[in-house]
């Protein structure tokens, strides 16, 4: 940058700007997922049929509670659809398929599928834990196999200056998915079948109800502040009167590694 003729746009006049991470690692030991119906727990199998996903507030995890099945969590009332009509959701474990409505276009099908907008809708309303369950159609697109492969590799978020995660919602004690096999296990008992509620996501006609029982999540976190940084470069625009806007360019090289 200095080379090309940028200005430093970092801290402290420099080129660099500090982003402080937290780095969560998952750990084998502790991985539970339990399905209690008529006083029989029904264990999945870690890896096979679940795993615990990251938590940057508290290494260790454990939760049990009631279940409810929100559809994908989409709450879009200017578009006519709401998944949370009708339910409650205070103290329980949200169990929810990834995505948002098909008919939704592709700006807005974008926003409602993330997982930071699903997850912040579910804590507002008072879930205290979250069961990602993955369709078929799903496994298409990322096989099961890719998600255990990938599943010890440390994940990141934004660090606060009070040192927690940004964006991590800590009243969400536990979260896990499971595999599209194991979804039968986990709406047996239930009115719908797995495969029947794959085929309403397919025609955006989810409807949410509660399922019997309670669940038992837990598992284990490694977690880590790391120090990373930008660099950032300033180019001073020659028209007093924009001077106080920027137009902003960004790349990235952390997708190929080191």
Known sequence: ????????????????????LLKATLQDDGARFEIVRDGK??????????????????????LEAPAVFVGQAVHAPELGHDDFAGLDLAGRIAVVFGGAPA??????????????EKLRNLAERGAVGVVYVN???DEVRHPWARAVQNAGKPSMRLRGADG?????????????????????????GGDRSAAQLFDAARKGELRGFALPGTLRLGGRTKIEPLESRNVVGRIPGGDAALAAESVVYTAHL?????
């Not at 008919?103 to 930071?116: L, M, Y």
Request: charged share 20%; net charge negative.
């Open 41 to 62: 727990a029904t264990a999945l199998r870690f890896r096979d049929q679940f795993l615990p996903m990251p938590n940057y507030n508290a290494p260790d995890a454990s």
């Open 103 to 116: 008919s939704f276009d592709d700006t807005r099908r974008a926003f409602h599928a993330s997982s930071r």
């Open 135 to 137: 369709t078929a159609d």
């Open 1 to 20: 940058y200095a080379q090309l003729g940028l200005e430093p746009a970092g801290d402290d006049g420099r080129f660099f700007q500090s982003v402080p």
């Open 254 to 258: 952390d997708h190929v590694g080191i």
């Open 164 to 188: 927690r995660g940004i964006d991590t919602w800590p009243q969400l004690q536990a979260t896990a998915v499971i595999s599209a096999a194991a979804a039968d296990a986990l709406f047996a």
